[in-house]
């Protein structure tokens, strides 16, 4: 069964197609239009907007906060009762320099804030940091997918992992539309996440 949405798609494998066709759109909109440039850095406001533009013409609760406790595989992502305090927290940590931003980057994958599209939402965020802190973006190109999702399912004992691999992928071509584009392109890649699971709140 596919998430309800605005398209009337009941088919997943369709609604997979068309949400990646048109959240590649936007994304690309957010970088031609220049609006991340008026965006505080870090923020989950910022990340909540991205969220929005991405998947508002596909999901009613674009860049709203999911109501779902979720998990993949072992792992539980923030329960509800905790999810905007961890927010508010991760809001207030340092992204001074490239770990310090990677930490951030892990501890929001951890909250996981939206009911879908997680992934590619935050990845842009993330990329938002670097350029803004020092100077670099990842060009995702370059990062294996398999490695990176070891790395990430690992990462909130153990981030050395992601860190390396990541720091690997720098580039400092951050106002590059290719490099921009091959990461929108890899989005997909990299999602993994075909073992969520889903308790609905009653």
Excluded: C
Excluded at 5 to 20: P, Q, R, V
Excluded at 118 to 124: A, E, P
Aim: glycine share 4%; charged share 30%.
């Amino acid at each position: 069964m596919a998430l309800e949405n605005k398209l009337g798609l009941t088919s997943s494998a369709d609604l997979a197609h068309e949400e990646e066709r048109i959240s590649k759109k936007k994304a690309l909109e957010l970088f031609e239009k220049g609006v991340l440039d008026y965006l505080p850095a870090g923020k989950f406001s910022t990340l909540q907007l991205i969220h929005k533009y991405l998947f508002e013409d596909i999901y009613d609760f674009a860049g709203e906060l999911r109501t779902v406790n979720m998990a993949k595989g072992n792992f539980r992502f923030a329960p509800l009762m905790y999810l905007e305090a961890a927010l508010d927290n991760i809001d207030k940590m340092s992204q001074s320099n490239f770990d310090e931003i990677i930490e951030k980057y892990v501890e929001m994958n951890i909250a996981h804030p939206f009911r879908e599209g997680n992934g590619r939402s935050t990845r842009i965020w993330l990329d938002h940091i670097l350029k803004n802190e020092i100077g670099k973006v990842v060009d995702w190109s370059k990062v294996d997918k398999e490695d990176y999702l070891l790395a990430m399912e690992r990462s909130p004992i153990k981030d050395v992992e992601i860190k390396v691999l990541l720091k690997g992928a720098l580039t400092d071509e951050i106002n590059s539309r290719e490099v921009y584009m091959k990461d929108i392109d890899h989005s997909y890649y990299y999602e993994g996440y075909t073992t969520f699971k889903t308790e609905e709140l009653r």
